[in-house]
């Protein structure tokens, strides 16, 4: 067995994919339409484009349960998932120029610097800098 | 103050409240990284940080949940992908990691990717030129 895919759900799409490319700077990779509102949307990171893939999925505005687990992870500021930077400060600093909203600012937490921000489709993600 | 910010700061006051440690294993990962090409045993890392082999052993595993040998190949095949990708031979990357033997290498390079060296380089190659 392999990991190969990694789901975020999203509330919208259209308007994720937006974000994780212009700001996060992932790349899309496959783009299929699933049914009238939905596709097979994933993205891969710009430095390992054979590396796992981001599947975007709407689970959130089709099954009621996962819009309630996601809403409160949200409401709890538990962040969804997590990506590796090389470094945090830095990744902070520039995310926060395209306007990016962070609920947690750069904090070491013994071997690790972390941060969190909002991603605008309903989660939180941390970013993560091994010391 | 979010539930996860409460959270953050109660484990960080429990967990790494010791902060001699994590400077101990913080340098220790750092080495790696950086000499991850030469010969790097327990003994050189322990007398690096004036500590004993054991103890640091254990404080490494503690806060890395992973041995410094573990963490050690797992840097030295981040970066053989990373001189593979660039076109570099089997052998030169081999030796550029700090591995003595080709065969050596192979063997631990395909059981840590899947692949054999010269079929990932291959088709990283293939990859870059599409």
């Known amino acids: 067995m ?13 308007k994720a994919l937006q974000f994780y490319t212009e700001k996060l700077g992932f790349l899309k990779k496959v783009d299929v339409p699933l049914s009238e ?24 505005n089709h099954f009621e349960p996962a819009r309630i687990y996601q809403n409160a992870l949200f409401e709890a500021g538990i962040p969804y998932t997590q990506f590796n930077v090389e470094n945090v400060q830095q990744e902070y600093e520039r995310l926060l120029g395209l306007g990016v909203e962070f609920s947690i600012t750069p904090t070491e937490m013994g071997t690790v610097k972390i941060a969190v921000f909002n991603d ?11 010391l | 103050m979010t539930y996860y910010h409460a959270e953050i700061t109660r484990i960080k006051q429990i967990c790494y409240a010791n902060k001699g440690q994590i400077d101990t294993v913080i340098e220790t990962r750092r080495y790696i990284t950086k000499h991850f090409d030469e010969a ?86 293939l990859t870059k030129s599409e």
């Open chain 1, 37 to 60: 509102h939905s596709r097979w949307l994933t993205l891969v990171s710009k430095e390992e484009q054979d590396g796992p893939e981001i599947l975007l999925e709407p689970a959130p």
């Open chain 1, 2 to 14: 392999k990991v190969s895919i990694i789901s975020i759900p999203v509330k919208d799409q259209e």
């Open chain 2, 40 to 125: 790097i045993s327990l003994e050189l890392l322990s007398h690096k940080q004036f500590t004993s082999k054991f103890h640091l052993l254990r404080l490494f595993k503690k806060y890395y949940g992973q041995t410094p040998q573990q963490y050690l190949a797992d840097r030295r095949i981040e970066k053989a992908k990373e001189f593979l990708s660039t076109g570099l031979s089997v052998t030169a990357v081999c030796f550029n990691i700090g591995f003595e033997s080709p065969a050596s290498f192979c063997t631990f390079f395909k059981a840590r990717v899947g692949v054999n060296p010269a079929e990932f380089r291959k088709r990283a190659i």
């Open chain 1, 120 to 130: 605008t489709c309903g989660n939180h993600i941390q970013l993560v800098q091994m």
